[in-house]
């Protein structure tokens, strides 16, 4: 069964400490895996997109990176204001059709 | 702002009626999909029209069925609601199928 799992569910940090949120997939025919910022009481912020196993992108304190079964999202040194919930979703393509899997987030809190 | 609007940002409703709620996607994007987001699931994907046809198909009730209409804009019908359709529904829109959505602010529906 295609699936996307996260972890940890929440991470709390202090300013400037960096540290990596995961983001585990088990699905067939991968065309994409997506990472999203959310904001409480708002629709996800689109971050990245990655296509392929080695593959990285890289936005300000922001680092994604991609291998054949999870994405890493990196965060470095960071700010209260990158305090949110981050999600993961992949594409895929399977006998249906395009199929979009969101995993449940890591709620991130930074401590100033 | 993503540049997709969503109508109305809250609806409360009572079991059994029917909602439509409607989505306007970003200038120039032609997909456009439904996703419910509920505490106890995350981001469930609903449906995607691509240029005024369906595309695919997620975890859609038969009670749902939603559109797209020739100026691109799209509507979700809900019908014979339960308590458990309560949620937010988001609206996402993206240039093509293999490409970052962009998502609206949400609609609010609480079923009484």
């Known amino acids: 069964e295609d699936q996307v799992t996260q972890s940890p569910e929440a991470l709390r940090l202090q300013e400037g400490e960096s540290s990596s949120l995961n983001c585990s997939y088990t699905?067939?025919?991968?065309?994409?895996l997506f990472w999203y910022r959310q904001d409480p009481g708002k629709g996800p912020e689109f971050l990245f997109t990655?296509?392929?196993a080695g593959e990285e992108k890289e936005k300000e304190r922001l680092k994604a990176t991609l291998t054949k079964k999870e994405s890493f999202l990196h965060i470095t040194a960071p700010k209260p204001e990158d305090s949110a919930t981050y999600l993961c979703a992949v594409h895929s393509t399977r006998g249906t059709g395009n199929q979009f899997y969101f995993g449940t987030g890591t709620s991130l809190t930074v401590i100033p | 702002d993503s540049g997709v609007t969503q109508t109305p940002k809250h609806l409360i409703t009572a079991t059994g009626q029917r909602v439509t709620l409607r989505c306007s996607p970003r200038s120039g994007d032609l997909s456009v999909y439904w996703y419910q987001q509920s505490l106890d699931q995350g981001l469930q994907f609903l449906i995607q029209?691509?240029?005024?046809?369906?595309?695919a198909k997620g975890n859609i009730l038969e009670r749902f069925s939603a559109q797209q209409f020739p100026d691109l804009h799209s509507e979700l019908n809900l019908s014979s609601l339960e308590l458990g359709d309560s949620a937010l529904y988001f609206c996402?829109?993206?240039?093509?199928?293999?490409?970052?959505?962009?998502f609206g602010p949400g609609t609010r529906l609480t079923v009484t």
């Open positions: 996402a829109s993206s240039a093509g199928t293999n490409y970052e959505q962009y």
């Open positions: 699905v067939s025919g991968l065309r994409g």
């Open positions: 029209y691509y240029n005024g046809e369906e595309r």
């Open positions: 990655l296509y392929s």
